[in-house]
């Protein structure tokens, strides 16, 4: 079932041509339309469903710096800096509260990982810290069991993933972009080697740079074009509550089990480690890209076949672009959630915060997490197709860096000065001749 997210009316007349077209109406392209806009460039954003239907409204809501892979925190930061003004920006809440998000580690191992990062955050101005066991207690009153210790980082913080992505994309309209919903990128045009347009479910839009932020669908539209990305999604369930007790403003994230403090008052809680991943073709057709990462994450990882994996066997690598495409068959991707998971997190929950066992669940749903094989996103030109842009593959953690995310992505389609250092997110990193090149 899908998670409520705000609706956005969609832009009427679908544009003749564009500066820019963009794939994808979650966090990533919305916020990519909105800075296009806001220099005055033209910009068409195309969503196959809704603005924000899939990962964009499905996550936990963290907007964290603390944890992430060194290469992302310059533009964590320039997210974080967009997410304290993003109310007066936008002139509406997006439910942003600069919280911290407390990590609580059981034992030794846990606290050596959170260890780990704290030259990073020294090394980028962070204000992240170590707790000690008891300022770990403080971090959950009334938790029934003690923690080794923790890690919080306070100029972190939390959103509402039902409100960020359409209030940015209703934003980008008033700037003048053009924002569509129910229309599906089916393929481009090409002439001379360049794009020359966005073929759509509504018509085609002459444009020479095409942005695609497509989330979990960005692997097979690349490959539509001959360009290889090495992209697997994994499920990842959630479920909310009907209010609850007042164990934390923000978020604390656990290894069995993780909450987040909701606008509504209620929480968003999952398990805080435990995922499945769908067997699909793309599983082998990645498998050793993805081998690394997975020797790490085996443990934490269920497999699952059945439906998805006869579906991918059947998708075609290339289609017609005058008839409907997949993209028009699943305007929302909207995978079930795996009950075992959540009722392994809800048990630890109330086994740690008793007063959670008074508390209603008020509703449970999933979503596909697109993954690269370093979990590290892809903001990049691709060279073998001058004019496309590819910005995906955010690996569990695109929602608070997708501000930022979306104006790197801005500057680099329209050759303005990049606003962090773009060179991490390369896609030539992924490729195979960019591997074989060490
Ligand atoms: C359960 C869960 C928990 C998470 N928790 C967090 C968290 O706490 N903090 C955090 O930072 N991140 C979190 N994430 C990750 C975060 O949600 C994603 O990284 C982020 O939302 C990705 O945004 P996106 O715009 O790239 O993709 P999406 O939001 O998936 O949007 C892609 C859009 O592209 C559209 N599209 C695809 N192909 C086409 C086409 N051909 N034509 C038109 N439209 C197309 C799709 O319909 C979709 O709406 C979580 C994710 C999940 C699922």
């Not at 809704?50 to 603390?66: A, F, H, L, P």
């Not at 059981?106 to 020294?122: L, S, V």
Request: charged share 20%; hydrophobic share 40%; aromatic share 8%.
């Amino acid at each position: 079932m899908s998670p409520y997210v705000a609706p956005v009316a969609s832009t009427e007349t679908l544009p003749a041509s564009a500066d820019v077209v963009i794939i994808g109406g979650g966090i990533i392209g919305v916020a990519a339309a909105w800075h296009l806009a806001r220099r005055g460039i033209s910009v068409a954003l195309c969503e196959k469903g809704v603005i924000g239907g899939e990962q964009s409204s499905r996550n936990w809501g963290y907007c964290r710096q603390q944890g992430r892979d060194p290469a992302e925190l310059p533009l964590i930061r320039e997210s974080m800096r967009q997410w304290e003004t993003m109310a007066d920006d936008l002139g509406e809440d997006v439910g942003y509260r600069r919280t911290g998000v407390h990590y609580l580690a059981a034992d030794a191992a846990g606290m050596k990982r959170f260890e780990d990062f704290m030259p990073h955050a020294r090394a980028h101005g962070l204000d992240t810290r170590l707790l000690s066991k008891a300022e770990a207690a403080q971090a959950l009153p009334g938790a029934t069991r003690a923690w080794a210790g923790g890690m919080v980082t306070p100029s972190d913080g939390r959103a509402e993933p039902a409100l960020a992505a359409p209030a940015i994309a209703r934003a980008a309209q008033r700037e003048g972009a053009a924002v569509l919903t129910n229309c599906a990128v089916r393929g481009l045009e090409r002439s001379a080697g360049r794009i020359s347009g966005v073929v759509t479910e509504r018509g085609t839009i002459a444009t020479q740079t095409v942005l695609l932020a497509g989330g979990a669908w960005s692997s097979l539209f690349s490959r539509s074009l001959g360009i290889d990305l090495p992209q697997l999604t994994v499920r990842s369930s959630v479920m909310r509550t009907h209010g609850g007790p007042d164990v934390t403003q923000g978020g604390a994230w656990t290894k069995k089990f993780a909450l987040r403090r909701r606008l509504d008052g209620g929480y968003s809680i999952a398990h805080g480690g435990l995922s499945t991943a769908d067997i699909t073709a793309d599983s082998f057709r990645y498998f050793f890209d993805f081998l690394p990462i997975l020797k790490d994450e085996w443990r934490d990882t269920r497999l699952s076949i059945g439906r998805r994996f006869l579906e991918s066997l059947k998708q075609k690598g290339t289609w017609a672009l005058d008839r409907p495409t997949v993209f028009e068959d699943c305007r929302v991707l909207d995978p079930r959630p795996v009950a075992a998971t959540l009722e392994a997190a809800w048990r630890d929950l109330v086994a740690v915060l008793p007063d959670f066992a008074q508390v209603e669940i008020a509703e449970r749903w999933a979503g596909y997490i697109d993954t690269t094989p370093d979990a590290v996103p892809v903001i990049s030109p691709v060279s073998s197709l001058p004019g496309f842009f590819i910005a995906t593959g955010f690996s569990g953690h695109g929602f608070g860096i997708g501000p930022g995310a979306g104006r790197l992505a801005a500057d680099i389609a329209t050759g303005a000065a990049p606003c962090v250092d773009p060179a991490p997110f390369a896609l030539s990193r992924l490729s195979r001749r960019g591997r074989a090149r060490g």
